[in-house]
């Protein structure tokens, strides 16, 4: 992890935990893209053109930051997945509805967005990092199409242990334990996955 960006991060943080409206505006343009990407790739594809990710990003900032007391800042890669859980809640919700109001996905019927209070800001996109991941790959706008496709175009358990080794950042025990296989099992299937990402992206 930059430990610049994490410094900046944490300064941020404390911050907006004080009610700083610029440190929460500046948290916003920094995660807004990336956490909206990582909800992209846990809808499924069918129903993205039915799904406003914006507007799911946009509720889970808002109760996220508004409810930065309960959050102890350990790290950036913490504070990103805190983040994304929340939107991750805030999807399943959305989903749930959607499923509720029984909507057939292969019908053109356009999902009616739920009422949203936002600030009216828009999410900017974090500036470039060091590395390669598939996490860092998701600050880089001009990148975040292909890696969605490549990642799309994965088996289904790829697609996951990918997603909780490189954006969530859990370890193997974690990912282990998660995914009910041994260490062993993880590693090697994240490395075979790791292959075919890369196969994957090159081909998108």
């Known amino acids: 992890m930059n430990s610049v960006n994490d410094h900046k991060t944490q300064?941020?943080?404390?911050?907006?935990?004080?009610g700083d409206q610029s440190a929460i505006n500046q948290l916003c343009r920094i995660y807004g893209e990336r956490v909206r990407r990582i909800i992209r790739l846990r809808i499924d594809r069918k129903?993205?053109?039915?799904?406003d990710s914006v507007?799911?990003?946009?509720d889970a900032l808002i109760l996220a930051l508004g409810g930065l007391k309960d959050f102890t800042y350990r790290n950036e890669g913490d504070f990103l997945r805190w983040l994304s859980r929340i939107a991750e809640n805030k999807l399943?919700?959305?989903?749930?509805?959607f499923y509720a109001d029984k909507r057939d996905i292969r019908r053109e019927v356009p999902?009616?967005?739920?009422?949203?209070?936002?600030d009216g800001g828009s999410f900017g996109v974090a500036g470039p990092l060091q590395t390669t991941t598939p996490s860092v790959l998701l600050s880089?706008?001009?990148?975040?199409?292909?890696?969605?496709?490549a990642i799309d175009n994965l088996k289904t358990e790829y697609r996951e242990v990918i997603f909780l080794s490189r954006i969530e950042?859990?370890?193997h025990d974690?990912?282990?334990?998660?995914?009910?296989k041994s260490k062993g099992a993880v590693a090697m299937l994240l490395s075979r996955a790791l292959v075919a990402l890369t196969a994957a992206y090159e081909n998108a």
């Open 140 to 149: 880089r706008k001009e990148q975040l199409d292909r890696l969605e496709k």
């Open 55 to 58: 507007d799911v990003v946009q």
């Open 174 to 180: 974690e990912i282990a334990a998660k995914l009910g």
């Open 11 to 18: 300064h941020l943080v404390t911050l907006a935990k004080e």
């Open 111 to 118: 999902f009616k967005k739920e009422e949203m209070n936002t």
């Open 92 to 97: 399943h919700d959305v989903l749930d509805k």
């Open 169 to 171: 950042r859990l370890s």
């Open 47 to 51: 129903l993205r053109p039915k799904i």
